[in-house]
């Protein structure tokens, strides 16, 4: 079945540094989306991509889909200890009737004041 | 618009006990999902619901059967409550019935110890 790996598993950083997390697929992805869960929380959307090699900006965030659609990252600029949590990458497939949303294991991000 | 909620949020079972986790949403979404969360595991799928009346089976659906009552409400039973059945049980919701093209809106989560 299709897989989603993402690494690393955990970082912790120094506030005022950068981070970066990397999803990597099996197989095409169709499109991937990007949650945020806060300690104690649940997910959140916070994006979605679909071209190849597409990029987006939220503010510090930048995320992008790989010219294969095979692979996405996330990076934050200048991490703020708002931004602790997990960050999950959840791809979907692009044959059939895989429709559903395979998810990452996510990388916990602590950040350090 | 409370969004998804569900109920209860905790709960401990000893094994071999049932129980129904409720899951509702205000949001007129088509589709709903229940997922468990395991720690280093991520989020894994145990059911899906397209429509009311339609259900799916997601990556971990044995030990499991649900229920979609209404278009709001979508239900996960244990019929036989086991220790690997601990975890943190998230239901979510999205708009339409592209499951996987679509903004998904997670409940609080139902936490669950089996033992």
């Known amino acids: 079945g299709q897989q989603v790996m993402q690494i690393p598993q955990y970082q912790h950083v120094q506030e005022g540094e950068d981070f970066t997390t990397y999803c990597n697929s099996s197989?095409?992805?169709?499109?991937i989306q990007w949650y945020k869960q806060r300690p104690g929380g649940h997910p959140v959307f916070l994006i979605q991509?679909?071209?190849?090699?597409e990029v987006k900006k939220q503010k510090r965030l930048t995320f992008q889909f790989g010219e294969a659609k095979k692979n996405s990252s996330l990076h934050i600029t200048a991490t703020q200890t708002t931004d602790v949590g997990t960050y999950f990458c959840?791809?979907?497939?692009?044959?059939?009737?895989?429709?559903?949303?395979?998810f990452g294991k996510g990388t916990l991000l602590t950040v350090n004041p | 618009n409370a969004g998804v909620t569900q109920t209860p949020k905790f709960q401990v079972l000893k094994t071999g006990q049932s129980m129904t986790l409720q899951c509702a949403q205000d949001?007129?979404?088509?589709?709903m999902y229940w997922y468990r969360q395991d720690p280093g595991m991520g989020l894994r799928l145990i059911y899906y619901?397209?429509?009311?009346?339609?259900?799916d089976k997601g990556e971990v659906p044995n030990g499991y059967n649900v229920s979609r009552l209404n278009k709001r409400e979508f239900s996960l039973r244990l019929e036989s409550a086991a220790p690997s059945q601990t975890s943190v049980y998230f239901c979510a919701s999205s708009e339409g019935r592209w499951a996987g093209r679509e903004t998904q809106y997670f409940g609080p989560g139902t936490r669950l110890l089996v033992l």
């Open positions: 991509l679909v071209k190849s090699g």
């Open positions: 619901s397209a429509s009311e009346g339609t259900t």
């Open positions: 949001m007129n979404h088509n589709s």
């Open positions: 197989t095409t992805l169709s499109n």
């Open positions: 959840a791809g979907r497939g692009s044959g059939g009737s895989n429709y559903k949303l395979t």
